[in-house]
């Protein structure tokens, strides 16, 4: 649900609230920000699944001889984004 809200453009997704957009005056003003902020919400969906992907993979490498201190910090990384964006 998105809503305008004194200027904010926010986002509630059930559990919280987050400012996606400052507008600059009204009626909208479509600023570079407002476009990369819409791009970002549209390909959400697609940036989740390929980072669940990517994540499944790491944890495959894990099971592997393969696994470094980097690739810990990256699934530590995508699961923070992961549950950020799921909870």
């Given at each position: 649900?998105?809503?305008?809200?004194?200027?904010?453009?926010?986002?509630?997704?059930?559990?919280?609230?987050?400012?996606?957009?400052?507008?600059?005056?009204?009626?909208?003003?479509?600023?570079?920000?407002?476009?990369?902020?819409?791009?970002?919400?549209?390909?959400?969906?697609?940036?989740?699944?390929?980072?669940?992907?990517?994540?499944?993979?790491?944890?495959?490498?894990?099971?592997?001889?393969v696994w470094s201190v980097e690739d810990e910090e990256a699934?530590?990384?995508?699961?923070?984004?992961?549950?950020?964006?799921?909870?």
């Amino acid at each position: 649900i998105v809503a305008n809200s004194g200027g904010n453009v926010i986002c509630h997704n059930g559990t919280r609230f987050a400012n996606i957009a400052t507008l600059e005056k009204s009626p909208l003003l479509i600023t570079p920000q407002v476009e990369a902020n819409a791009a970002l919400i549209a390909a959400a969906p697609e940036l989740l699944e390929a980072l669940i992907k990517c994540q499944y993979q790491l944890q495959t490498w894990a099971e592997s001889e393969v696994w470094s201190v980097e690739d810990e910090e990256a699934y530590e990384q995508a699961q923070a984004a992961i549950n950020k964006a799921t909870t």
